[in-house]
């Protein structure tokens, strides 16, 4: 167990849909991480947040947004969902910044239908 | 801009041998951190190892260990005593202190045979 809880673990949904992942950092963790995994694919980068602004922007789509709240927990906002982004969304947090150690979450997976 | 490739896709270890599994990486960053991270079929991310790119000596843990090769740009991962358990997707990783980013690479699939 990581310390780092994601919720929801499954999430199926319609295309055209609009769902929201959330992350809680490990205690003491700064910097929440979100990445995408599609089906048998590395890790994608999509953005950064530290002690609650934005760090980092990766390979993020104008439908996808994201924030960290003053608690710390994130959340991952997708909308006008497509078929394509059924993938696994994992939420990573760390002390400081990225050369620190990330400790990753279970991972949500999203299905569109 | 960064890059890891990890150009084994599939690799195959007897029980008990040992296996490298190759990464390069491209980094115009004098100040950079490469990882290999492990994940099992539970699709959970564990990180296995971490180099420090002004470190000249390889990291380890206990059968993990590196072979960091800088002018080279190779971050290899060499598995001893393989175990059943060892079998996971592997991937490299980095980041430099400056972009906040982690590059993964896609990732080498590997199979522990009893």
């Known amino acids: 167990d990581s310390g780092v809880t994601q919720t929801p673990k499954h999430l199926i949904t319609a295309t055209g849909q609009r769902v929201t992942l959330r992350c809680s950092p490990r205690?003491?963790?700064?910097?929440v991480y979100w990445y995408q995994q599609s089906l048998d694919q590395g890790l994608q980068f999509l953005i950064q947040y530290y002690n609650g602004e934005e760090r980092a922007k990766g390979n993020i789509l104008e439908r996808f947004s994201a924030q960290q709240f003053p608690d710390l927990h994130s959340e991952l906002n997708l909308s006008s969902l497509e078929l394509g982004d059924s993938a696994l969304y994992f939420c990573a947090s760390s002390v400081l910044g990225a050369v620190n150690e990330q400790f990753f979450g279970p991972g949500t997976r999203l299905t569109v239908l | 801009a960064q890059t890891v490739t990890q150009s084994q896709p599939e690799m195959s270890v007897q029980e008990a041998e040992t296996v490298t599994l190759s990464c390069t990486y491209d980094t115009s960053e004098s100040d950079y951190y490469l990882f290999w991270y492990k994940q099992p079929p539970s699709r959970q991310m564990i990180l296995v190892i971490r180099?420090?790119?002004?470190?000249?000596q390889n990291a380890t843990e206990n059968r993990f260990s590196v072979n960091f090769q800088k002018a080279a740009k190779s971050f290899s991962l060499k598995i001893s005593d393989s175990q059943l358990g060892d079998a996971a997707m592997y991937f490299c990783?980095?980041?430099?202190?400056?972009?906040?980013?982690?590059?993964f690479g896609t990732g080498t699939r590997l199979k522990v045979l009893a």
């Open positions: 180099q420090e790119a002004y470190k000249q």
């Open positions: 990783a980095a980041t430099t202190s400056g972009t906040y980013k982690y590059i």
């Open positions: 205690s003491g963790d700064l910097s």
